[in-house]
């Protein structure tokens, strides 16, 4: 099982961090790696969503479900090949100057193959994705003073 966590304090509401977050369907824009992202169902505080992704020099294609605890949490799971197990955990806190993020990756592959390229170069991807959440905000949020 490949795990990891990112935390960052971010100059912006919780609320437009949330919003930032939930909005799959914009990720190709943004984020490194995601070619798509359809949301194909929804219910009061949950999604499914078809994704492809990049993953080095593999294209993968998976749904996942997202849930929605607004302005707490995002969690979004999947048991879709290429995944065994897929648990990407947001977590935000409110705080005096922004809100407080939290990131919990974990990720087991069902190809060994798969599961030694999360484990060798995953950090550096979930980093960049987190990175990339980060500019989107600097570019489209109004920062807290």
Do not use: K
Not at 80 to 95: A, G, K, S, T, V
Not at 116 to 125: H, I, P, Q, V
Request: proline share 6%.
């Amino acid at each position: 099982m490949f795990r990891y966590a990112v935390h960052r304090p971010l100059p912006f509401a919780i609320e437009d961090v949330f919003g930032l977050v939930a909005d799959v369907e914009s990720y190709p824009e943004f984020v490194p790696g995601w070619i798509s992202a359809r949301i194909v169902a929804r219910s009061d505080n949950a999604y499914g969503t078809d994704q492809t992704v990049r993953m080095r020099f593999l294209r993968q294609r998976f749904r996942t479900l997202t849930s929605l605890m607004p302005f707490e949490g995002i969690d979004i799971t999947s048991d879709q090949p290429p995944f065994r197990r897929l648990n990407i955990l947001w977590r935000f806190r409110r705080q005096e100057t922004g809100s407080f993020v939290s990131l919990e990756f974990l990720c087991e592959m069902r190809s060994r193959t798969l599961q030694a390229l999360m484990s060798r170069f995953g950090g550096d991807d979930v980093e960049a994705m987190v990175a990339a959440f980060e500019r989107r905000a600097r570019e489209i949020l109004p920062q807290r003073a």
